[in-house]
């Protein structure tokens, strides 16, 4: 798919339409088989404002007084969000590096395989340095660590303490260390952590649009599906939906006995009447995601899953009072649990099988974490799922997520609660 910005930042406009009119043409034709409920939909994209150079520049400039804080010399960022979150740099590059060395002092350089030096330039353009680049290309021959080694020469921080962000590749971290012996290297995520747990206002606005367009989607094809269909053939409404509301999402679909697997089966799953459907799944927006669960049943509920449901709704309600600035991250866990086991469906982990939740940004899943034993003391602008479960092997499983804000006296809950199994967006 091809969104509007894409669009508009392709060049001229003769080149945009003959581009766009064919893809246009096609999405008309692929629109006369969707559902009502689906090709309805309108989208939203012109309500995600992208984050600006200057937002970057706010970044690193408190990394750079973690890193102080920590004693670290610099950070250094590879493929994957946290690039993309403190320079506006998306890049997947496989096996040969491609990273950006922030120093505590001073102005970041980059390192980049010469190959892909015109890819990495226009990207890194769009970063806060990018007017004058500190770029330093490698042949396929040559070694990338040693020009990062020769980079932390060059900022004096040769004998420093360089952290390096969690998603790194060991064989990447474990050259560094060869080729940069003089350097100590620790952990980054105390500096990348500590920046992308507090949200912005502009990041929340922009996880605040994921999970309206998430739950907008899912409702759409709620209403679109009935009995018969398989679980593919959900997903492809999902899938149909996000891409009408202007932006790339989807999500996993278990019906029956198989929702009791908290993260699925890839049985092949048709959809039967008064059997419980669930959808986990969200979308991206500007990088930032929701993640969203909705359990229902098309038919008529039985008595054992409408209790069951209750349950999980009381916890995600006792999770979400119980979430506030100053409290425990794991108290939000034993909030939840504790309706949990107190209605017969403990102890600890027995149907409640996972932590209530995670953080959430530009990653699915990231720090900090809902989870016993977690004494992180939340604070305001965090943001995180609140997704408590009971799953009974061999019948079925129920979970109710929403995307939580923590906000400066609670929190928030960016979508409305689901009220039922019969009538799970309310609107009955």
Known sequence: MV?????????SLAAGVSVALPTLARAA???????????GLRPLGAEAKPITVEESVERQEKARRLMRDERLSAILLAQGTSLAYFAGIRWEGGERLF???????????????????????????????????????????ESPYVRVAQGLSDRGIAAGTVGVEE??????????????????FASATPVTAGCRMIKSRHEIDLMRLASKVTLAAYE?????????????????LLEAAHRKLGFEGGADVQVGEFSAFPHGSVAPQGIHESTIVMIDGGCSVEGYQSDITRTFVLGKVDDKMKRVFDIVHRAQSAALAAARP???????????????SDAGYG???KYFAHRLGHGMGMDGHEWPY???????????EMTFSDEPGIYIRGEFGIRLEDDMHITESGAELFTAQSPSLEDPFGKA
């Open 167 to 184: 998603t790194v590749k060991f064989v990447f971290a474990n050259e560094l260390r060869k080729a940069a012996a003089s350097a100590t």
């Open 326 to 340: 100053g409290v425990e991250a794991g108290s939000v866990d034993a909030a939840a649990r504790k309706v949990i």
């Open 29 to 39: 034709e692929a629109d006369k088989d969707l559902p009502p409920a689906i090709a």
């Open 3 to 11: 969104s509007r910005r894409r669009f508009l930042q392709t060049g």
């Open 370 to 380: 809902l989870v016993r034993g977690n004494s992180m003391k939340l604070q305001p």
């Open 220 to 236: 759409a094809t709620y209403r679109s599906m009935k009995v018969g269909m398989t679980q593919r053939d959900v997903g492809k």
């Open 99 to 141: 990273a950006m060395v922030l120093p505590a002092k001073g102005e970041a350089f980059y390192v980049a395989p010469a190959f892909e030096e015109g890819r990495a330039r226009e990207q890194i353009a769009q970063a806060p340095d990018g007017a004058k680049p500190d770029v330093r290309i490698w042949q396929e021959d």
């Open 347 to 349: 102890p600890d982990y």
